[in-house]
């Protein structure tokens, strides 16, 4: 498990899916968890903050679709609301002007406001917030 959790942050619920798969008892669980949390093998703020990152500088994914799919992996609402200064803000609007831009183009044939329409309906279901699509024609 030591290995499972060196070669990439992992969050509990990964873990204790992995140790599922080894039909472990209970108390063995438990003992491996300590000494996973113990020594520094696994940490949860950690594993936010490295998937914040990597979720939004690698695959340009917006807010809303980061913090589902935390959610999801069972990471609590209070520590995803106190890693979010992992994205820079200017980043954060560079990167939606950039996305806008690519889908933005690669529409052809379609009227201003359709292909407007389509990216904004695109952008939302990357994880961008409205407001924030919307704030990148004010600028």
């Known amino acids: 498990m030591a290995a499972y959790c060196s070669y990439q942050d992992r969050c509990h619920q990964e873990v204790e899916q992995k140790m599922r798969d080894f039909l472990l008892i209970p108390e063995a669980k438990d003992e491996i968890l300590l000494f996973l949390m113990r020594e520094n093998y696994l940490n949860e703020e950690r594993f936010t ?3 914040i990152r990597g979720k939004f500088y690698i695959k340009h994914w917006g807010r809303n679709k980061i913090r589902n799919h935390l959610k999801f992996k069972g990471v609590p609402k209070k520590l995803i609301n106190s890693c979010w ?3 820079d803000e200017n980043d954060y609007r560079r990167t939606l002007k950039k996305v806008w831009n690519d889908y933005y183009e690669k529409q052809k044939g379609l009227k201003d406001y359709q292909k407007k329409s389509k990216t904004i309906t ?3 279901g990357r994880g961008y ?6 704030g990148i024609f004010e600028s």
């Open 49 to 51: 903050r490295s998937y």
């Open 85 to 87: 200064n992992e994205i």
């Open 122 to 124: 695109y952008l939302m």
């Open 129 to 134: 917030e409205y407001e924030e699509i919307l």
